[in-house]
């Protein structure tokens, strides 16, 4: 006597299972190794483009004025030290005893800065090098910058099914301003956006998987599964996503929804393969333990990223614990206590923290409010200086203007626009993910009306604006896992759209590149490439 496993059922009719595994998981292109050589060429690229010039300018400049020195204080005493007022200079000298005072209260977490300081490191081990340089400090951004292309490649390979598409996105994303000017300075932005963007990646390999699996079992007759393994890839994007926060708190916003987002796909997935009871088994083996797997370890993640802080005594707050002991705590063991007045002062800690960002406030000339981001109306200028006599001619300048490519965000939005219109018809899953991407980055902020806010805020959602793009050109192209059949003149035409956003895309970078990358050019050339008012003066006026 046989009997079935008490999760699944068996179907008698199998008549349906291929048709379930063509919709559950489409082939991916083949070779395999193909993909990868057209993610590592296009990632070696965008880093050859951050890399080369790194150094310029030959200064601390902008924001690095607080990550170069929080980076290298991490390194050398676990968490964030006062310096000296002439530590900037001090430190573009090659001079790093800048430190005064004790501890310094900052408002990131420290994992960022962590990443920074290892650069530093790493650089200074280089021969002919010297640890305190500007390449050192930002060598950590440029290198997580060509990594964040090489995994949106990949993962737009993944989600259209085309090497194509997947090698475009990367490219895309290679030429934008903002993601290029973000990738050559010390500021926690792009470590950032990377770690959401690997969360997301995870999440997208999880969702193959485990339709994988479900295919597998409607193969073998097993109609309704109840518990899907251990999903790895999901416990993966938790722990991304909690280093994500401990570079910066706005990652709370992808927490959430992609938390939402990898519980819908399972719920789908079973709707799919047409199982019994689908709430019910949803509920119970995949919305439960999904939260476990991304919020609680993200939780632990981001907790582990404050090592540094936890394991000395010196750090900002760091005795508040001890200082304010509650009375039941008072009795208890030192190993107790030690622990716990640890997490009591981190607590603490946190809550200036947040009352620091809910109350910024300040006026700065470059400030731009969300609606501002994605037309690029008021870049920030990191960095200009007059250089009269550098260029040959008697008016030069040298500038870092952190600007997107217009082709880029431009064409992003009608992308977005295409997205929304082909999710509300077709309820596609890769429309609807770039859109949850997209306003995870960017509606969150709205609420905050009177905080002091920049455009490069936005650039953890330029990859999904990237993924709105190339899907948008897949649409047209018939490229990759699409719903059209074109006829050959369709796909010609196809073709030349394609091709003609690629070049603007490529012109446009060309063409901002001096601007962007701190070379030194004629005043006139500079002003050429100032299309708007607000390129130069921000929001302060000019007059």
């Not at 079935?4 to 008549?15: F, L, R």
């Not at 060598?139 to 490649?153: I, N, P, R």
């Not at 390999?205 to 994988?212: E, F, G, I, L, Y």
């Not at 700065?364 to 250089?387: C, G, K, L, N």
Request: proline share 6%.
């Amino acid at each position: 006597m046989t009997t079935t496993a008490p999760e699944a059922s068996v179907d008698p009719d199998p008549s349906w299972r291929g048709s379930v595994r063509s919709r559950l998981v489409p082939p991916m292109p083949q070779p395999a190794w193909a993909g990868w050589v057209a993610a590592v060429a296009v990632a070696l690229f965008a880093g050859a483009l951050r890399l080369i010039g790194l150094g310029r300018p030959g200064q601390i400049y902008f924001d690095e004025t607080y990550y170069a020195k929080n980076g290298l204080s991490m390194w050398v005493f676990g968490y964030e030290h006062e310096t000296l007022e002439r530590a900037d200079a001090m430190l573009e000298r090659g001079n790093d005893q800048i430190w005064s005072g004790g501890a310094d209260f900052v408002v990131h977490p420290p994992l960022a800065k962590w990443l920074i300081a290892a650069g530093d490191q790493v650089w200074g081990l280089l021969p002919g090098t010297a640890e305190v340089e500007p390449e050192g400090w930002r060598l950590a951004s440029a290198v997580v910058g060509a990594l964040s292309v090489l995994l949106l490649v990949r993962i737009a390979q993944r989600m259209t099914r085309s090497w194509l598409l997947g090698s475009a996105a990367g490219l895309i994303m290679a030429l934008d301003g903002l993601h290029f000017t973000l990738s050559r300075i010390a500021m926690v932005d792009i470590f950032l956006t990377f770690f959401i963007l690997a969360g997301f990646g995870c999440l997208v390999v999880d969702r193959d998987r485990t339709r994988a699996r479900l295919a597998d079992k409607a193969e073998q007759g097993v109609q309704a599964v109840n518990w899907l393994g251990v999903r790895w890839w999901r416990i993966g994007a938790g722990l991304f996503l909690g280093m994500a926060v401990g570079c910066k708190w706005s990652a709370l916003f992808y927490v959430a929804a992609f938390g939402l987002l990898t519980v819908a796909w399972d719920y789908g997935a079973r709707r799919s393969t047409g199982h019994d009871r689908t709430a019910v088994r949803w509920f119970v083996f995949d919305a439960v333990p999904a939260f476990f797997q991304t919020v609680g370890v993200a939780a632990v993640t981001y907790l582990a990223t404050w090592t540094g802080w936890l394991a000395t005594s010196g750090g900002y707050g760091r005795g508040w614990g001890a200082a304010h002991m509650p009375a039941w705590l008072e009795g208890a063991p030192g190993l107790v206590q030690a622990p716990v007045n640890g997490l009591r002062s981190l607590a603490y800690y946190h809550q200036q923290m947040y009352s620091f960002h809910s109350g910024l406030s300040k006026p700065h000339d470059y400030a731009s409010q969300p609606w501002e981001w994605p037309i690029m109306r008021t870049p920030v200028a990191f960095y200009y200086d007059d250089q009269p006599s550098t260029c040959g001619r008697p008016d030069c300048s040298t500038a870092v203007l952190s600007i997107g490519t217009p082709a880029v965000w431009w064409l992003g939005i009608a992308a977005v626009v295409v997205m929304l219109g082909w999710w509300l018809t077709y309820r596609d899953w890769r429309a609807g993910a770039v859109l949850l991407g997209v306003a995870a980055g960017w509606l969150p902020w709205f609420a905050y009306p009177d905080r002091t806010m920049f455009v490069f805020y936005a650039l953890p959602m330029l990859p999904f604006l990237v993924l709105a793009l190339v899907l948008a050109l897949g649409l047209v192209l018939g490229a990759g896992e699409t719903r059209p059949e074109y006829s050959p003149w369709a796909r010609v035409a196809g073709g030349v759209v394609f091709g003609v956003v690629l070049l603007l895309v490529v012109a446009n970078f060309a063409y901002l590149y001096p601007v962007l990358s701190g070379e030194t050019i004629t005043y006139d050339a500079w002003a050429q490439r100032m299309w708007f008012d607000t390129w130069i003066y921000g929001n302060g006026g000019g007059d």
